[in-house]
């Protein structure tokens, strides 16, 4: 086979194979605790799984339209309405199998070559690949640990000129958890007004959030026009296998997103999509009971990881993954990550899956039991030690 050249710009996510790794481990027999993967260890609430089983009783195993079944589009209008104080209608909305879809399918419409495109490293990987497969140049701006996990705002306004076509934000952040305050979403306001640039603001993560209220751009007066929000029900709802996402976006760019998900899923599954009509009109307490618990865990892990020799953690303020600085153990952070995982039998992700300048920090996403988080600190702390003496 001759494989086309575009493949050689498509970049992965890391975490995937620190998974496959992880089983392979598992079947010689190993222990692993697994804080690889950004998925929550809680089961979907029940109440969506019924509404699932109910639509697949009812029949609703056929094709469905491209951009998502009107029930669920009219829900997510008036969630993000609720929940971003703007008005949205159903017809900005597009369901995809997942929200990253609506990542792909946002760059590939709206990026040509030679466009810029600004993104935060460390930063989830797909941006970047992204980008690339879609021939754009990728301009990394820096979240450091000194600036908790924030932009500088004179460095990023810097980046920013006449070629820059796109903006990604990604609020509450993969991996560090920081969150951008309201005066760094006022500065991206700016340069996307100056340069006429469309802003893509990743909130996956937004309900996510420990304290303080959620800031998204969408709440700054004419960012909703220059805007395209992508959200789901992966985090929120603990539904990473039913695939299930959306993209809310200003309605010319709707035509475009949609024919890339003609192209290419046709479309979202009917009964999971009434899943989500569930997930998003019915009882919210299951969300408020997640997200406590990952508030302990987190005050749990990373207390743990300061305790760590070498270890120094900021306590981020969403998300659901601890990013420790390990400089002071004296290695780099890949073979930190296998050491940890082929000694400590604890599989998290090295910071150099991230971009640039992570060669320092280790992700560990503490969507896992309390029990199997202090069992993973124990080990690796034990571990560690062991490299020390
Ligand atoms: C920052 C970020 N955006 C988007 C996604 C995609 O989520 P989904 O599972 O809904 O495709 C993820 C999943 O890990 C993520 O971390």
Redo the contacts with the bound molecule.
Sequence with gaps: MRIAQRMNRLGT?T?FEVLVKARALEAQGKAIVHLE???PDFPTPQNIVEAGIRALRDGKTKYTPSQGIPELRQAIAEHTSATRGIAVSPDQVVV????????FFSLLALVEPGDEVLYPVP??P??ESMIKYSNGIPVPYHLREENNFRFDPDEFRAKANSKTKMIIL?TP???TGGVFEKSDLQVVAEVANKYDITVFT?E??WRVLYDGAFDSLLQIPGMAERAIL?D????TYA??GW???WGVMPKEIVPHITRLQTNSNSCVAGFTQYAGVEALTGPQDAVGTMVAAFKQRRDVIVDGLNAIPGFKCLKARG?FYAYPNTRGTGWGSRKLADYILNEAGVACVSGTAFGDQSEDYVRFSYANSLENIQKALTRIRAAIEKIQD
């Design positions: 996510e975490a993967v950004g998925e995809t199998p997942g929200a990253k879809p609506i990542m930063g989830f797909i941006y990604n952040h993969n991996p990743d996956i993560y992508l789901g029900f992966s985090k539904m990473t695939r299930l996402g998300a």
